[in-house]
């Protein structure tokens, strides 16, 4: 699935802390655009 570079989307799913680079993990289930 490719997101445009400013989209916004809307991401159903557990939100697992951040990882070593500063990201947040997010282990999705639904992602809108």
């Known amino acids: ?3 445009s570079k400013g989209a916004t989307v809307t ?3 557990a939100y697992d802390e951040k990882d070593k680079t500063g990201m947040p993990k997010i282990s999705a289930t ?3 655009q």
């Open 30 to 32: 639904v992602i809108e």
């Open 1 to 3: 699935m490719k997101i």
């Open 11 to 13: 991401i159903y799913g």
